[in-house]
């Protein structure tokens, strides 16, 4: 399915909603979701009440939409979304159902009377559906790379041009600053041009902050991205670095470099790995996760891998995978309220893994079931390292497998 990027519709679907809280707004094409996560802990650790909206869901519709410390009940989000619907049916507005969840994050925020929205961009920025935000207190461009070309563009400077259009006159912006030079010469002339001022942030300058041995490099500059849009969000709750990256430290970002225990679904003892990765950067960076805490000489590594239709995942194969690695590919089901998003079919992975010359030891084509990848990679792999990547829908179907197994949890 196509769609087109464009902010009338939503603004039209806007247009009564107050919006009297403040937005912190998060563009970038990897990072953004964890700097969402280490806003929030930072505002809770400080008492601000924040509602949070991130996409895309992980296991349930209204899971991307949160106040607070928890998640919006189901009652709760179809009661808003039912409001918004309504309101778009009497205008015959033509809205995508990314825009239509949009607008009821944001009724939700008003009706919880949060003080600060943090949103994370969907696509691009300059018409997606969250650059409609009336009150915005910070905007942060994370890490940028190649991704939904066929929507922003073939080039890293054209990607970069709609990240930056989240930015605003009056309003300052955090950039991440270990982006390439081409991204960062888009940004800063973007906020010379609107007058404003821009924060690059660089791990390397700040040399005397000490974080956690678990913490990346990329997750130590989103750490470092959050704190001073956090400072410059609420200057009166502004803490020390050293203080407000050992808050964020303790944020929860499910299915980001997550380990994970799937024994009471397979009966495997050993924690696995559960990533996102669905592009090259992003794969990059669970690469040399992978390389530098897992592998071990001369054992493979068994991955559990899908994708979505229509992405060239070459290059995160490339990126992924070493010769002798176990391989299980499989589709992932049904993206509720995303009907077009559709996976790609093992055999087509299996033939790219094939063209970019990697031979692996052991390959299963799981077709459509999760459970069955599961297992076959628990068993070939007996101890060693196991990791889920490739996409975040297939997360959210080992999460929901696993959820299945626990009761049920009352949300707000």
Request: net charge neutral; charged share 25%.
């Amino acid at each position: 399915m196509s769609f087109e990027l464009r902010l009338e519709p939503i603004t039209a679907l806007l247009k009564n909603t107050p919006q009297s809280w403040k937005a912190i707004h998060v563009a970038g094409t990897n990072g953004k979701g964890s700097i969402c996560a280490y806003l929030h802990a930072m505002m809770r650790a400080k008492n601000i009440s924040c509602g949070r909206f991130t996409s895309p869901h992980l296991v349930d519709r209204w899971d991307c939409i949160t106040i607070n410390d928890r998640p919006v009940s189901e009652t709760k989000f179809y009661h808003f979304e039912k409001i918004v619907s309504r309101r778009s049916q009497e205008q015959r507005l033509d809205v995508s159902p990314f825009e239509l969840l949009t607008a009821t994050a944001f009724e939700i925020f008003e009706n919880e009377k949060v003080r600060f929205g943090i949103v994370e961009v969907g696509l691009g920025g300059t018409d997606d559906a969250t650059n409609a935000l009336k009150h915005k207190a910070v905007t942060v461009i994370s890490k940028i790379g190649l991704d939904h070309q066929s929507h922003l563009g073939n080039t890293l400077d054209k990607i970069a041009a709609h990240k930056a259009g989240i930015l605003r006159r009056g309003v300052p912006c955090v950039v991440d600053a270990s982006n390439s030079p081409t991204v960062l010469s888009v940004v800063l002339n973007e906020a010379i041009k609107l007058g404003i001022t821009a924060y690059p942030l660089d791990l390397r300058l700040i040399p005397d902050v000490k974080f956690h041995d678990s913490l990346e490099p990329h997750q130590q500059q989103n750490l470092l991205c959050a704190q001073q849009a956090f400072n410059l969000a609420c200057p009166e709750h502004a803490g020390t670095v050293q203080e407000l990256v050992d808050i964020g430290a303790n944020a929860v970002w499910p299915g980001r470099l997550q380990s994970i225990s799937i024994e009471k679904i397979t009966e495997r003892r050993e924690h696995i790995l559960l990533d996102g990765a669905h592009n090259p950067q992003s794969a990059g960076v669970l690469s040399t996760f992978v390389e530098k805490r897992l592998r071990e000489p001369r054992q493979p590594v068994t991955w559990v891998l899908a994708a979505t239709q229509g992405k060239d995942v070459s290059e995160m194969l490339k990126t992924l995978l070493r010769d002798g690695d176990n391989v299980a590919a499989v589709e992932f089901g049904t993206v509720d309220g995303m009907p077009w998003v559709k996976p790609t079919k093992p055999a087509t992975i299996f033939e790219t893994i094939d063209k970019i010359g990697i031979k692996t030891s052991a390959q299963q084509d799981a077709q459509d079931d999760v459970l069955k990848a599961l297992k076959w990679a628990s068993e070939i792999s007996r101890e060693g390292p196991l990791v889920v990547a490739g996409s975040l829908y297939l997360v959210s179907n080992v999460l929901k497998l696993l959820r299945a197994q626990e009761p049920r949890r009352e949300s707000l």
